[in-house]
């Protein structure tokens, strides 16, 4: 019989609304679970039990009034450690801030909280959400709850690893190179990448960057739909903000796959990917394509995507790093001090050469999605690797130029400012959770998650449904 924790949230959500969950239970559930796996596989950097257990009793006080319930109302959540919480502690992963515990919640939080969400736990991410292997120099390496020698990914990796274990039902995320994307792959849970402004955020030093974005993570898609749909909105300290309406998000349109027109791609024709990765994306494919109405080939040009992606990635180290890199270089890691030394060696030619390719593949994406309603491709261009490693060094024997170059299948979608959905879909060979990444137009976020959810559907009843860690 499952416990309480492992319950979708719109099912909790639903059952504390009619009295049949209490918020208490479901905070003991979750606290327990904590309690058992987390020591094998160290996803929680910092808890919040007493705090939760009293909101827990609050919300279902407030049930029993009958007072008016807001979206997420009595459900557990996972805070990425990258977002400052009220009198929590916060490190984003860095020595610097090993005992920082911020004065307030910065938005993303705030407006969890109140849609009646209980922050629970802190998950750990790499220093500065540097890196797609979560590990740093405060709490030490996240691990793959389907291999404890693997990584899970980052830089939500914390986040992924609590939803697959069952720890919380939903959790945060934020995304720049994969950055929920990939940890979502590696541990069968869902992490969604929405179009930037879609979630405002006050925290984005350069405002009119499209790069970083913050987004749900959860065991399935309507889960990850009813907490975007309480994280969106608009707020005046983000230029980017588009003031859409949650409601609009929350429920999904039901999708036939046989109406829609798709692409499917091995590497997005650019990104380095491993013959295993392929191997496993070609047995999807196999077995989904025949479902889908229409296939059509990827034609989208992406030249010069690494290099502008690289780019503009540094530019944005530079303007949060560069201070601690020269103040404190002993106390900064080497993903970080390795953006912020590119972003110095840059020039004004080399970063307009990047925004014009960015604005060329914009451009060309959405010409190409006008005529298509998804690309499906592998989320990441690599298996989980050893957790002692910091990323991958070659691919199929072939040197990648970064540590970030094995993420190119991410980093290609965000550049474009494209909106796109982590799945879960099965096994890999090795028997680790593998992952498609759903990709739609820009501003469509809804009609990407409506595509996601019908493939997901599809996937629970052709044997290609989420993997669950064993021992949960």
């Given at each position: 019989m499952a416990e309480l924790c492992d319950l979708e949230a719109v099912v909790l959500r639903r059952l504390i609304g009619a009295g049949e969950v209490s918020p208490v239970d479901l905070v003991e559930s979750c606290i327990a679970r904590i309690e058992a796996a987390d020591p094998a596989v160290n996803a929680i950097t910092a808890k919040a039990y007493d705090r939760a257990r009293a909101e827990a009793r609050a919300a279902e006080a407030a049930v029993r009034r009958g007072d008016a319930l807001g979206l997420l109302h009595g459900l557990p959540i996972g805070v990425k450690d990258l977002s400052d919480t009220e009198g929590l502690l916060t490190t984003y992963g860095s020595p610097l801030f090993a005992d920082n515990v911020p004065p307030a919640d910065e938005r993303v939080v705030a407006v969890l909280r109140q849609a009646g969400a209980i922050v629970l736990a802190k998950t750990n991410t790499p220093e500065f959400g540097a890196g797609a292997n979560t590990r740093n120099d405060v709490f030490g390496p996240t691990?793959?709850?389907?291999?404890?020698?693997?990584?899970?990914?980052?830089?939500?990796?914390?986040?992924?690893?609590?939803?697959?274990?069952?720890?919380?039902?939903?959790?945060?995320?934020?995304?720049?190179?994969?950055?929920?994307?990939?940890?979502?792959?590696?541990?069968?849970?869902?992490?969604?990448?929405?179009?930037?402004?879609?979630?405002?955020?006050?925290?984005?030093?350069?405002?009119?960057?499209?790069?970083?974005?913050?987004?749900?993570?959860?065991?399935?898609?309507?889960?990850?739909?009813?907490?975007?749909?309480?994280?969106?909105?608009?707020?005046?300290?983000?230029?980017?903000?588009?003031?859409?309406?949650?409601?609009?998000?929350?429920?999904?349109?039901?999708?036939?796959?046989?109406?829609?027109?798709?692409?499917?791609?091995?590497?997005?024709?650019?990104?380095?990917?491993?013959?295993?990765?392929?191997?496993?994306?070609?047995?999807?494919?196999?077995?989904?394509?025949?479902?889908?109405?229409?296939?059509?080939?990827?034609?989208?040009?992406?030249?010069?995507?690494?290099?502008?992606?690289?780019?503009?990635?540094?530019?944005?180290?530079?303007?949060?790093?560069?201070?601690?890199?020269?103040?404190?270089?002993?106390?900064?890691?080497?993903?970080?001090?390795?953006?912020?030394?590119?972003?110095?060696?840059?020039?004004?030619?080399?970063?307009?050469?990047?925004?014009?390719?960015?604005?060329?593949?914009v451009r060309d994406a959405d010409a190409f999605l006008a005529g298509a309603d998804a690309v499906i491709c592998p989320v990441a261009g690599h298996p989980p690797f050893p957790c002692e490693e910091w990323y991958p060094a070659a691919i199929d024997g072939l040197p990648l130029t970064s540590y970030f170059h094995w993420l190119a299948l991410a980093y290609g979608p965000t550049l474009a400012g494209l909106p796109s959905v982590a799945l879960p879909f099965g096994r890999d060979e090795a028997g680790l959770p593998f992952g498609l990444q759903i990709i739609g137009r820009r501003r469509g976020d809804h009609a990407v998650l409506a595509v996601a959810r019908a493939v997901e559907a599809w996937a629970g009843r052709n044997g290609f449904g989420r993997a669950v860690p064993e021992s949960v």
């Open positions: 691990r793959n709850p389907f291999d404890r020698r693997l990584t899970c990914g980052g830089s939500s990796g914390g986040s992924a690893v609590a939803l697959a274990c069952g720890m919380v039902p939903l959790a945060t995320g934020s995304d720049l190179a994969g950055s929920l994307r990939t940890p979502a792959a590696f541990c069968g849970i869902v992490g969604f990448r929405p179009t930037p402004g879609l979630i405002p955020t006050e925290t984005r030093g350069h405002g009119w960057s499209p790069l970083p974005v913050d987004g749900p993570m959860a065991r399935t898609v309507a889960d990850a739909a009813l907490m975007l749909s309480a994280m969106v909105g608009d707020d005046p300290r983000d230029p980017l903000s588009l003031g859409v309406d949650g409601d609009s998000l929350r429920s999904l349109d039901d999708i036939d796959l046989a109406g829609l027109t798709v692409a499917f791609t091995e590497d997005l024709g650019f990104a380095p990917v491993d013959n295993r990765v392929r191997a496993a994306f070609r047995r999807a494919r196999q077995a989904l394509e025949p479902a889908v109405g229409r296939s059509v080939d990827f034609a989208v040009d992406m030249s010069g995507v690494d290099e502008a992606f690289a780019t503009l990635r540094a530019v944005g180290f530079v303007a949060a790093h560069r201070e601690k890199v020269e103040a404190t270089p002993d106390k900064v890691g080497p993903n970080v001090s390795a953006n912020v030394a590119a972003g110095l060696r840059l020039g004004l030619a080399d970063v307009a050469e990047a925004l014009t390719v960015q604005t060329r593949v």
